[in-house]
């Protein structure tokens, strides 16, 4: 509260005489902010001051070996991953530290990483980060104040729009010294922004203010994390090497942490070959998304022999929104009884029985698998955020239960889906469907670039068929892809949209007006609409945990009845593959999954290659 504020509210009740007044408000204005070591979202961060590391890590884990992944998708042609140009290299964000870094293990707690210590405004207008004085990048140069008030600015003004979204309420970014940055907010009505200005990736303005940022490039730019940029070859591989004298290495939020002495990213344009690959010990670990490939695919001798396991993770967090997206900015998916009947044909329950061995669960809820998902009808606290946009939303919204695949048979929901159709104003000539007005027909042509989701496309595409629908399927290299969303061409991509157990201003992205037309945004769909708009501010400015599950229930009711995507399916854990010489600390923590906290057992390592190689 301002000195002018204090004054004036005493006056106002008369409390005290103003020679009082005046020495409270001073006492008032200088009682100082205290300096901590952590933040929490809504209550005080679980750790001590005085924590030595993550409860879930091996603080003594050993250090070397190495991890190859496979990056599906043709190639890359920038270290720059900050950027809207190009097709970003596999894993370089582990190239940069944070100001802050998180626990797995709590649902949305901060700990110091390059900052030391914290001061958060008990108004919440501002924050103050103390930086590690002996923080470097790889070159060796200082990390200080001023390279994250240049990091910042950058960012907002030639990166991502991502970022410009989800820093949005941040006013000004200062330097108070070589060692001390504030952040002030426009308003103090995102409890979550203090926390995520944290995850700011600091870069080094030394290194980028004489250099084009918005362009692609394959250079190694120093960072100030844990591993640098080793090797860089386009069209096959990318990578990171441990940094030995890691400035950061014995923090509490690292030890136990960054084990593995060289990251290495493979890149096949197939994801097929890269499981061959994966099969005959190039690849040494896999998260493995295809149920048929999980159910039935390890039946090869290196799995018989245990060198080769299967490990399930259970998710922390609310399942990820996978889904077909339309494409809201063409005519033909503008009503929503067309969007809701093509979501009709999308055959669920035959999928997960002939395709996907029936391990999956059909994801109805863009949060799903937590508290924050809406159920049945309205309550009165969602009803309250919905009511001043009645006018603008379904009636469905108020008045009717979430929408369900139901009936469950195939030959019924195309029945329901031809009504909608007909409803729209379409009719079926000479087998086609096409508007009565127009004449146009009903196209729909599916973007992918991965001929994995090929199978999951076209039974959904025979279905439109029936209807008169004219479909089809566009398979093309990653980087044509990435083209063509940027431009807004195509009918229907897939899509993804992951949560936290505490949403906040990363909604904006995924579903303002602001981001319609933004390129490279991540509301893929351009949808554009007060009352999600409204329902997204209201969630950011949510200051308690019930306010919180209010918006999102409301906000996940109105995109489900708008049927701005035909979701997918999810499985409730993460599935990895794996040569068995990697260490792990057990249980797993509870609200992610943390890499970084494996290690690798480099004798059984030197066994495998034995067995592989013969040496």
Not at 132 to 155: M, Q, W, Y
Not at 255 to 262: T, Y
Not at 353 to 369: E, G, I, M, V
Not at 501 to 527: C, F, H, I, K
Request: hydrophobic residues 40%.
């Amino acid at each position: 509260m301002s000195l002018t504020s204090i004054v004036a509210r005493a006056l106002r009740h008369g409390l005290v005489s103003l020679l009082a007044l005046a020495c409270t408000a001073v006492a008032a204005a200088e009682t100082p902010v205290p300096t901590v070591h952590g933040l929490a979202l809504y209550d005080a961060p679980a750790l001590p001051a005085d924590f030595a590391h993550f409860p879930y890590v091996n603080p003594d884990a050993p250090k070397g070996g190495s991890l190859t992944r496979a990056a599906v998708g043709s190639s890359f042609d920038s270290t720059n991953p900050f950027i809207v140009r190009g097709t970003p290299a596999a894993g370089v964000s582990a190239i940069y530290d944070t100001l802050l870094e998180g626990n797995p293990d709590e649902p949305f707690s901060v700990y110091g990483l390059l900052a030391e210590g914290i001061r958060l405004d008990p108004e919440r207008h501002w924050i103050e980060f103390d930086l590690r004085r002996e923080a470097r990048f790889h070159d060796g140069e200082p990390v200080t104040a001023e390279d994250v008030v240049f990091s910042f600015n950058l960012l907002i003004e030639e990166g991502n729009p991502f970022y410009r979204g989800y820093y949005a309420e941040v006013e000004r970014v200062e330097a108070l010294d070589a060692h001390t940055v504030r952040f002030t907010f426009r308003s103090n009505e995102s409890r979550e922004l203090p926390l995520i200005v944290g995850q700011l990736p600091i870069l080094p303005e030394h290194y980028w203010a004489d250099r084009d940022f918005s362009s692609p490039t394959l250079e190694r730019h120093p960072g100030s994390g844990p591993y640098r940029i080793a090797e860089v070859d386009p069209g096959r591989r990318i990578v990171y090497e441990r940094v030995a004298d890691y400035w950061g290495r014995d923090l509490p939020v690292n030890r136990g942490r960054h084990n593995i002495d060289r990251l290495i990213y493979d890149y096949y344009r197939d994801r097929d070959i890269a499981w061959e690959a994966f099969k005959a010990g190039i690849i040494d670990y896999r998260i493995d998304a295809r149920a048929a490939t999980w159910a039935i695919g390890y039946d090869f001798p290196a799995y018989h022999d245990g060198l080769v396991k299967r490990l399930t993770v259970p998710d922390g967090q609310p399942a990820t929104m996978q889904g077909f997206v339309y494409n809201l900015r063409r005519d033909k998916f503008q009503d929503r009884r067309v969007r809701e009947a093509l979501s009709l044909t999308f055959d669920f329950p035959w999928l997960n029985a002939n395709l996907f061995y029936d391990t999956y669960r059909r994801t109805r809820s863009y949060f799903q698998n937590s508290e924050m998902a809406a159920e049945g009808l309205p309550s009165e606290a969602q009803l309250a955020l919905l009511e001043p946009h009645r006018d603008s939303l379904p009636v469905e919204v108020f008045e009717a239960a979430l929408p369900i695949d139901q009936p469950r048979e195939l030959r019924e929901r195309l029945r329901r889906a031809y009504e909608l159709l007909r409803e729209a104003g379409y009719v079926v000539k000479e087998g086609r469907l096409v508007h009565g007005e127009t004449g146009r027909p009903l196209t729909v042509e599916v973007l992918l670039f991965d001929t994995g989701m090929e199978r999951v496309v076209q039974p959904m595409l025979r279905n439109m068929a029936r209807l008169g629908v004219t479909s089809s399927i566009r398979i093309v290299d990653i980087n044509q892809y990435l083209n063509r969303l940027r431009n807004f061409d195509f009918d229907m991509v897939v899509g993804q949209f992951p949560q936290s157990n505490n949403p906040g201003n990363e909604q904006r992205e995924y579903w303002t007006s602001d981001y319609a037309e933004v390129p490279q945004s991540r509301n893929l769909m351009g949808l554009s609409h007060p009352a999600v708009d409204d329902l997204v501010d209201q969630l950011i400015r949510a200051d308690s945990r019930a306010a919180l599950n209010a918006a999102t229930r409301a906000l996940d009711r109105v995109l489900r009845w708008l049927f701005v995507t035909i979701p997918h399916y999810h499985s409730g854990e993460t599935r990895l593959g794996l040569w068995d010489k990697f260490g792990y600390p057990e249980p797993f923590p509870e609200y992610g999954f943390d890499l970084d906290a494996w290690w690798v057992d480099t004798q059984r390592e030197a066994m495998i290659d034995r067995r592989l190689h013969g040496r």
